[in-house]
């Protein structure tokens, strides 16, 4: 699939189309149950409806980074920073940088840094609380491995959560991306990992709240 495609789909409107059929589903089972006269039933599948639909909200966000700033992948707090010995697809000494999404944060994944991507993995694994150590290793994941034109290595982790079932990622190896760009999301709950060169200048510290493609994570050096 070529970088065209891929932003074909993403024609923009405020929410993530992926989000439609639970959207649609709780919506005409609501209306259902009114026909119906359950009117208990009803209001509850409405709260419902309306929980889903701002789950998959897909905000505008406005990207004010300098040069060599990385920007924040997903929405959510700050769970860890770090530096680790190596990461699955480049195997070089990194900072890692990890994002915890509630149920109540924007679940939408944006590009931390212009350039090409070089790599995909996914795994399949365990669906264990995205917020504890565990779930980096052990949970079901998606590595995504952009290079930058001056040669930098990105990588980030899509990883899926205790009630996430589903990680979507719309562009293919090869494809240039844009930082800020949307580029996939994660049902329900989940983390990101980021893992840029060791070097790098952590912006950012646990508990700090982000925002997918607006926050600055780091300078790179």
């Known amino acids: 699939m070529g970088a065209g495609s891929f932003r074909d ?21 609501t209306l259902i149950l009114a026909i119906l006269g359950w009117a208990l039933a009803a209001g509850l599948f409405l709260v419902m409806t309306l929980l889903v639909g701002h789950f998959f909200r897909d905000p505008e966000r406005v990207l004010t ?4 700033d990385v920007a924040a992948p ?37 590009i ?14 365990r669906f264990r609380a995205a917020q504890t150590s565990r779930s980096s290793s052990e949970n079901e994941q998606n590595w995504v ?3 930058s034109e001056d040669g ?12 996430a079932r589903r990680i979507v990622c719309w562009p293919r190896v090869g494809d240039r991306v844009i930082q800020g760009e949307r580029f996939g999301l994660i049902r329900f709950g989940s983390r ?9 200048e952590a912006l950012v510290a646990p508990g700090d709240r982000v925002c997918a493609g607006e926050t600055i994570l780091c300078r790179l050096k």
Request: aromatic residues 8%; positive net charge.
């Open 74 to 110: 997903a929405d959510g707090r700050v769970i860890l920073v770090e530096r680790v010995a190596g990461t699955l697809l480049t195997q070089k000494p990194s900072l890692k940088i990890s994002i915890f999404m509630s149920v109540l944060d924007v679940h939408v994944n944006r």
């Open 152 to 163: 930098v290595d990105v990588t980030l982790t899509q990883v899926a959560g205790l009630i």
């Open 192 to 200: 990101v990992d980021l893992y840029v060169p060791e070097e790098s």
């Open 9 to 29: 789909k993403r024609t923009h409107i405020p929410f993530a189309r992926e989000g439609l059929p639970f959207v649609l589903m709780f919506a005409f089972t």
């Open 65 to 68: 980074a300098d040069p060599g």
């Open 145 to 147: 491995w952009i290079q």
């Open 112 to 125: 931390p840094i212009s350039g090409t991507i070089r790599g995909l993995h996914y795994r399949k694994g």
